[in-house]
């Protein structure tokens, strides 16, 4: 099946954007809208729309003045409508294909991670390892399949021996498949096998030395938010010696439990979820840390913040790492209004001399746009510098067209 592209939708191929969104399909939509399509061209393409492709069928991809521009797989429900795999005419795309991309990301990570200091880490970040919408997460000896899109679910039976062969080999034994968002069964399990001997619902790994609870079975994302941990060892480092932190959206404590080690007096741990909590706990124990030493807070953050300020209470290290607060480019203004309350409200409770570390996890919100959500009208003070701004770690590579890959930020402010 041959899919039309627009101008712009075909330069930004050409540049290596995996992405072909559905307006970039001439013929369709808001591109017919905008006159991208000469007036009475015939429309070729819009594979959905003649009812001829379904998710996971090959498409290729041309534009005006170009036969060939790619090849990628059909997503039938998504906005994003083509996920680009190859610039090339050869080879096809087949599951063979597919199964090289792979062993390529896991080759890559070969090496990085020897001994057992870190046995949970990234074997395929899906587009940044140029197999798009596939996400591969490795805790020991289980990995944990997650698809974005409905694109490869078509595609999983066959790629699955290879998986099989190719973690095998490198001591992975079992093999889950993450739900989607919303496609949790009527028992709430998240979590389907795919290979090898059933997955535990818990389990711990370790990351840079630290143990760490992973909840497989009902977790965020694929278990654990692995894209973090070059920035939880950074937080180690910041809390030696801080007498007081604060932990904002803690989730599994994994930032919590690392300021501990670290060398924090007492560590106060939010978030609205009191079995986030519970797995917190034990990882400070498997970590020969007393939680009873440290506080656990069931509450809303901004209520949190609220009631501290009013209380007096002040923080000389802060963790802000909130959900995703803009999940399309629509709620963009609705997300930067929401950071600048949260970052006013986490200024007021920070001691002078303190150290502030804020997190975004939206790609829609750049490094820029963040960062004026944390200036000096914003936090009502100007003491604050911006000592480093860092992002996800090496084993959730990108692309440097695909600006979205680019989604983490983590500005350390003191």
Not at 320 to 346: I, M, Q
Request: glycine content about 10%; some cysteine.
């Amino acid at each position: 099946m041959r899919v039309h592209l627009t101008t712009t939708a075909a330069a930004a191929v050409r540049r290596g954007h995996p992405w072909v969104y559905r307006d970039g399909i001439a013929g369709g939509g808001n591109a017919a809208q905008r006159g991208e399509r000469r007036r009475g061209e015939r429309a070729r393409g819009e594979p959905a729309r003649g009812g001829v492709a379904a998710s996971g069928d090959v498409v290729e991809l041309s534009a005006e003045g170009a036969a060939f521009l790619g090849r990628g797989l059909w997503d039938a429900e998504s906005a994003i409508a083509v996920r680009v795999f190859q610039r090339t005419q050869a080879p096809q795309l087949d599951e063979r294909a597919l199964a090289e991309r792979l062993e390529r990301a896991f080759a890559l990570r070969d090496g990085w991670f020897a001994g057992r200091d870190t046995t949970a880490y990234r074997l395929c970040n899906g587009e940044g390892d140029r197999v798009p919408s596939l996400v591969i997460d490795r805790y020991d000896r289980a990995a944990v399949v997650r698809l974005d899109g409905g694109m490869l679910a078509p595609w999983l039976d066959r790629l699955l021996p290879h998986l099989a062969r190719a973690l095998g080999a490198r001591g992975v034994r079992s093999i889950g498949l993450r739900a989607p968002a919303g496609g949790a069964d009527a028992e709430g399990k998240k979590l389907a096998h795919l290979h090898g001997p059933p997955l535990p619902d818990r389990l711990f790994v370790r990351e840079t030395g630290v143990a760490m609870e992973v909840d497989l079975a009902r977790g965020q994302k694929t278990g654990a938010f692995l894209d973090q941990r070059d920035n939880r060892a950074r937080v180690r480092a910041l809390a030696a010696g801080r007498r007081r932190v604060l932990n904002l959206f803690s989730y599994a404590g994994g930032f919590s439990v690392a300021a501990a080690l670290g060398g924090a007096g007492r560590v106060t741990s939010v978030d609205s979820a009191s079995a986030a909590h519970a797995s917190a706990q034990r990882t400070f124990r498997e970590n020969g840390v007393d939680p009873a030493a440290h506080e656990f807070v069931t509450a809303d953050a901004f209520d949190f913040l609220e009631k501290a300020h009013a209380r007096g209470d002040r923080y000389d290290l802060v963790i802000c790492d909130p959900p995703s607060f803009a999940p399309s480019e629509r709620a963009k203004p609705r997300a930067l209004g929401a950071y600048r309350r949260l970052h006013t409200a986490v200024a007021r409770v920070l001691e002078r001399g303190g150290v502030l570390c804020a997190a975004s996890c939206s790609s829609h919100i750049t490094a820029e746009d963040f960062l004026a959500t944390l200036d000096d009208a914003t936090l009502e003070r100007d003491d604050l510098r911006v000592r480093a701004v860092h992002g996800q770690p090496e084993d959730h590579p990108t692309l440097p067209a695909w600006w979205e890959g680019r989604y983490l930020k983590f500005v350390v402010l003191e």
